[in-house]
Each structure stands twice: as C-alpha cells, then as structure tokens.
C-alpha cells in the first residue's frame, strides 16, 4: 500500500512569487486535506478536496486555492506569497468525508525570502 | 468555534518513566479524536485514534483515553524511552459544516526523554 507523497519537500522563494505544492492521496482513498503548520504551531486546516471539489474551507484567503484531479491527487497553490506563508505544508488522505483516520504525508516545508 | 489545548507544552523524563499527556477540547460534538506524533522537521504519524463512542485505545506501550463530556483526553505512555522523544499532537475531528469535517490541533507537548 503506498502512503501519502508530497512534492517537493523544500522550497525557496520570495515575496510576491506563486508556488504550486502537490500531494498524490494514498491509495484507495478519494479525500484529500491541506494543513498549514508554522514553526512551533499546531497544524491549520486549509481546505478540503473530495472527488474533485472543494469540500469545505478554513480561515484562509483566495490566493489560498487548490484541485484535485480524477486519480484524486491534488495541488494546493498560492498566489502572492507573503512571508507569513513560511511553513510546513501537510496534505492527508482519507477514504471518506467523514471520521475515517486522516494519514499524512511529510510535508513540504515553504521558505519565504 | 472547537478550541484544542495541549499540557504540559513540554516535558523532560528519565527513560523508563511512565507519563501523562493531556489533552482538552471545547466542543464535545466530536467524530472522533487522533493523537500524533512527529519527529523534527517530519511529518505527522497517527498513534492512535478514539472513536466518540469509545473510552480508550491501545497500543504497544501507549494507552489514549477520551472523556467526551468533560472534553478531555490522555495520552499515557509507559516505560517511556529515548526514541519517544517528539511532539505528540492531539486532534479532534469535527464537522466543519452540512458536508464536511475537518481536525482541529492543538499546539502539541514537546517529550524528551533522556537516558
């Protein structure tokens, strides 16, 4: 069974810039969250994506956007970067909408220069 | 608004201690509610779930407890050892509105456990 992946694992870039940071769900799963997580935070729920939708969102902004895509990976894109966006970004798949576990992936760590 | 506290925010132990983390959440209307772990710079590994129908889980040398009225729930982990040592985050899922849930975290508690 192949868990959660998320590309790429480090990131560099600078204000103003846009970042696309992707997440292949595990296998089987049709649910995919984006967590934000600043150093020494616990993780904040971004949005979720379930067969293709926008299932709900947290208290983020638009630049703030993602997709996912019929195999059920996703992207989660942000527009001009601001250097409070330095963080780990987690994504988490899970089977359902509902309480089924979340299991996550390492994580893309953004840097905001 | 489900607001989720971690105490203590960190711990220092001697291996082979049994210890106690705690957990505390706001809105009782949960699904259900996960503890984590995460090693530096890593990401997150589920230990161990409680469902809101349950009292407690187990596994290996970890034990959660969920005390859905009282919004509270305890980690205990016995004969701690050194590779324990990492953030553990307790999460609890909720739904976020008519069609979909979402984990709220609270800010951890930072283990160390030395030999």
């Known amino acids: 069974e192949t868990g959660v992946t998320q590309s790429p694992t480090h990131l560099i870039k600078t204000r103003g810039q846009q970042v696309t940071l992707r997440c292949s769900s595990q296998?089987?799963?049709?649910?995919v969250s984006w967590y934000q997580q600043a150093l020494g935070q616990g993780p904040q729920f971004i949005f979720q994506?379930?067969?293709?939708?926008?299932?709900g969102r947290g208290n983020f902004p638009p630049r703030f956007s993602g997709l996912q895509f019929p195999n059920y990976s996703s992207e989660l894109n942000v527009n001009a970067l601001e250097l409070d966006d330095s963080a780990l970004y987690l994504c988490?798949?899970?089977?359902?909408?509902?309480?089924?576990?979340?299991?996550f992936g390492d994580g893309t760590r953004l840097s905001i220069l | 608004k489900q607001e989720v506290t971690q105490i203590p925010a960190a711990l220092s132990v001697p291996e082979g201690e049994n210890l106690v983390l705690n957990c505390s959440f706001t809105?009782?209307?949960?699904?259900?509610l996960q503890w984590f772990r995460q090693d530096p710079g890593k990401g997150l590994t589920s230990l161990l779930l409680?469902?809101?129908?349950?009292r407690e889980q187990t596994s290996g040398r970890l034990n959660a407890s969920l005390d859905k009225s009282s919004g509270r729930s305890t980690l205990y982990i016995a004969a701690s050892q050194p590779g324990d040592s990492a953030t553990y985050l307790c999460?609890?899922?909720?739904?976020?509105?008519?069609?979909?849930?979402?984990?709220?975290f609270g800010q951890g508690t930072i283990l160390t456990v030395h030999p």
């Open positions: 999460a609890v899922y909720n739904a976020g509105g008519t069609s979909y849930g979402k984990l709220t």
């Open positions: 809105d009782s209307a949960i699904y259900n």
């Open positions: 994506y379930y067969r293709e939708e926008e299932n």
């Open positions: 296998s089987g799963h049709n649910t």
């Open positions: 988490a798949s899970s089977s359902d909408r509902g309480d089924q576990p979340q299991h």
């Open positions: 409680i469902q809101s129908s349950q």
